[in-house]
């Protein structure tokens, strides 16, 4: 409730940029995709007649008690003075939900009352959802509205990760109602890896029994699961994942694996050696049985085989791997994984299944009915649509990262062609350099950027990184010395703040995400005009016509510092805003309104069930004694965010506690992705005008608000042991709320210079830097108040 009341305030105090439709419309998310509002409210009465016609006595029952929990109401069945009425108008037999099925519908409500007409079922439920948002926080009154809406892709999912740790039931079952309230239908569940075995198979035991610990879901209970998410049109996707990913299988029965064992559950995090052996027989027939046993459970038609991050060494290894490829005639190992699939892809047809997997299973011998996921990127996804195969983009969407939900907004899973050519007049300068980021876990990042400054002062740029297509750059700007821009890549938005005055070096830094990095490089030429001007490669361009092979994307939660303790914490409520993405038009692309629509959706979750804010007030309370006040805690979560991208792994990584024994019950795992408070603060930050206090002035009254806390904070942390390992950033945090209020005074007083900014620049930069897995977002917050006043 504070963030939003701190977004409200900043708002209505004019700190914030959307229009005054923008902030009239209703808080809708995912947004219809047409709304027309009219004047005047329906006022909900203590009891509302409604009828229902074309859905089961199941779904009737749903809908009733989600509703009168929504509107505050008794519905009561009747024909006469009907004030709700929902009507299906082609009720079919079937009731699992089907890819493309019709989700559109039509929600008017006017002074008679409120009517739903849908063509399916899946149209009525999806028309629910819009309703009860509607009501949300409208004190029993509802718009005027009519409304019109369908989704713009039949396939929007969530990808929950139950093998690395085990998501207890009560976890499934919220993540399924957050789903259905934010329109999403496809429940992508993964369920084995190299962690662990989590689905109960009664032809092959020993997987639960010693690839577990213990920690499984019975086939009754994966039963009553799928039913459920039935109910609220959300189809139930398995992956069992083969041939790699296979620890759990090789602990229970290492018979089936290209290399002898013994073998025990994998306890650390990464990619391992364990393969299935493509050469044995026994291979297929134990996919076969499983494949069966599966499919007797999950419905769906398609089947997730995983099929990504094949370590080729245990292949490699085997004589009679080798025997085998030789007799198949089998160059590499590459073209056994596409063998190996093939076989798999004529299992799952006999059970009537289609397979789905990750970018590494596409290859153009198999059939056109397979589906692809995208792990890889827009490049790859669009190789694979221009190939006549389904796919579906998570790229960008991989919600285990804490991420800016502008971030997962800016993501489009049709690859947009908007490259635009560099233009070079004879007065055009230019400079091309090279860079390289190390990163703390994996290869460092690298590639080359080109800048173009005209005679009139405008700015272009182009880059590649680690030999991707190029991208165009964005918002280049010179402050000083400093040359910073950006671009959104699969690790997040990537700011360079850069020095480029000596040719021999590149200094500064790369923000990914909050987290900055160091860089490295130097200038490859420079020049005026367009002789030996660097050439920009034109990236390959997605043939439009194939845009309809693209069928959405996943967001995904890979639980490797994700438990079912602070699962709901890290999904939500940002995944209201990728399930607009998914659902919305294209060109509904307002990030401030977005986030507007995100902080009521932030209270709006807690309705449905989702367990978010009551996580972070266990995982908060547990850190202090009992009975301790933990506001000061809420305050300082305001302030400060996770390290973004996946720094907190690779932290992880470099402490040797990257595995399932480390802690998951620390604070920085009760904070969210990302603190909507500095983001409305943020919002404030693009108003200001050097000089004209009254922004100013809005402003300095949140950081004194702030500042007259910190001293509860500081108490809080010394007097707990837990929090104790926060002390040298609260101290940090400190210095940057005194150095944000001295940058609010200087700007009150005059536009500062480039040399006067430096030393404050410098200095924020240093209080920016991760501690304890943890960034203070305030740093960043103060330099971009920064940058307003000085030139």
């Not at 305030?9 to 209703?26: E, F, H, K, R, V």
Request: glycine share 6%.
């Amino acid at each position: 409730m504070k963030i939003k009341l701190l977004l409200a305030s900043l708002i209505y105090a004019g700190l914030s940029t959307p229009s005054l439709a923008a902030q009239s419309s209703p808080a809708l998310m995912p947004y219809p995709a047409s709304l027309q509002q009219q004047q005047g409210r329906f006022v909900i009465p203590q009891a509302l007649n409604w009828s229902v016609t074309g859905l089961s006595d199941t779904r009737v029952a749903l809908l009733k008690t989600q509703l009168q929990q929504g509107l505050a109401t008794q519905l009561v069945d009747g024909d006469k003075n009907l004030a709700l009425h929902i009507q299906v108008e082609n009720p079919t037999t079937s009731t699992y939900p089907k890819l493309g099925e019709d989700e559109s519908y039509r929600l008017s409500i006017d002074a008679q009352g409120i009517k739903i007409e849908a063509p399916t079922a899946l149209g009525a439920l999806r028309a629910a959802q819009t309703l009860r948002q509607l009501a949300f926080a409208q004190n029993g009154e509802l718009p005027y509205v009519s409304i019109q809406d369908s989704p713009r892709f039949p396939w929007r999912g969530l990808m929950v990760d139950s093998a690395r740790h085990f998501m207890p039931l009560d976890a499934i079952y919220r993540q399924l109602d957050g789903m259905a309230s934010a329109k999403l239908n496809v429940f992508h569940w993964h369920l084995t890896d190299d962690q662990g075995w989590r689905l109960a198979s009664k032809a092959y035991p020993k997987l639960q029994e010693l690839a577990s610990d213990g920690l499984f879901y019975t086939q009754q209970e994966i039963q009553q699961v799928v039913e459920y998410a039935r109910q609220l049109g959300i189809r139930v996707v398995p992956e069992f994942d083969v041939p790699g990913h296979a620890t759990a299988i090789a602990t229970a029965y290492p018979e089936l694996i290209s290399q002898p064992g013994p073998y025990q559950l994998e306890r650390h995090w990464g990619v391992f050696e364990p393969l299935l052996d493509p050469s044995n027989p026994e291979v297929y027939k134990f996919i076969d049985t499983l494949v069966g046993e599966i499919a007797s459970l999950f419905p769906d038609p398609y089947l997730h085989i995983g099929g990504d991050e094949i370590n080729p060494k245990q292949w490699q290894q085997s004589e009679a791997i080798a025997a085998y490829m030789a007799k198949h005639q089998l160059a590499d190992h590459h073209q056994l994984h596409t063998h190996f699939n093939a076989k798999v892809q004529k299992i799952l047809a006999r059970h009537g299944k289609k397979m789905m997997g990750w970018d590494e299973i596409f290859h153009p011998d198999l059939p056109k009915d397979i589906m692809i996921q995208s792990w890889q990127g827009l490049d790859s996804l669009a190789q694979t649509a221009m190939a006549g195969y389904q796919g579906l983009l998570s790229t960008g969407f991989y919600i285990d990262q804490p991420q800016q939900t502008a971030y997962h907004y800016r993501n489009e899973p049709i690859p947009a062609n908007d490259f635009i050519a560099p233009t070079i007049g004879a007065d055009t300068q230019w400079q091309q350099w090279q860079f390289e980021m190390p990163r703390l876990k994996g290869s460092a990042v690298t590639g080359e950027f080109v800048l173009y400054t005209q005679a009139d002062g405008s700015h272009q740029g182009y880059i590649r990184v680690n030999k991707q297509q190029t991208r165009m750059l964005k918002d280049i700007q010179r402050k000083g010395p400093l040359t910073r821009f950006w671009l959104d890549t699969w690790m997040g938005p990537m700011q360079f703040d850069v020095s480029l005055q000596k040719a021999e070096q590149i200094d500064g830094r790369i923000l990914i995400g909050n987290t900055p990095y160091a860089v490295k490089g130097k200038q490859l030429a420079s020049g005026n005009g367009g002789e030996n001007a660097p050439k920009v490669a034109k990236p390959a361009q997605f043939d439009e016509k194939f845009a309809h092979n693209i069928l959405g994307g996943e967001a995904t939660i890979w639980s490797e510092i994700v438990t079912g303790d602070n699962l709901d914490l890290r999904i939500w409520p940002r995944l209201y805003a990728v399930a607009e993405r998914f659902w919305s038009p294209q060109a509904l692309t307002d990030k401030d309104d977005m986030y507007r629509r995100l902080a009521i959706m932030q209270d709006y979750g807690t309705q449905v069930g989702l367990a978010y804010q009551t996580q972070q007030q266990a995982g908060f309370q547990a850190l202090v004694s009992e009975g301790t006040d933990i506001s000061p805690l809420y305050t300082l979560a305001e302030l400060v965010e996770q390290a973004q991208y996946y720094t907190r792994h690779h932290l992880k990584y470099q402490a040797d506690a990257y595995h399932h024994g480390e802690r998951l019950d620390r604070f920085v795992d009760f904070l969210p992705a990302e603190s909507l408070a500095l983001v409305a603060f943020n919002q404030g930050i693009t108003q200001v005008k050097p000089t004209q206090s009254p922004t100013l002035l809005q402003l300095d009254s949140q950081l004194a608000n702030w500042q007259q806390q910190l001293p509860a904070i500081q108490k809080l942390v010394g007097a707990h042991q837990e929090l104790q390992p926060l002390s040298k950033l609260v101290d940090d945090l400190e210095q940057s709320l005194l150095l944000s209020r001295q940058i609010v005074a200087n700007c009150r007083q005059a536009v500062m210079t480039a040399d006067q900014a430096q030393p404050l620049r410098k200095q924020l930069w240093q209080l920016a830097e991760a501690k304890q897995e943890i960034v203070i977002g305030l740093a960043h917050s103060a330099e971009r108040l920064l940058d307003r006043c000085s030139h």
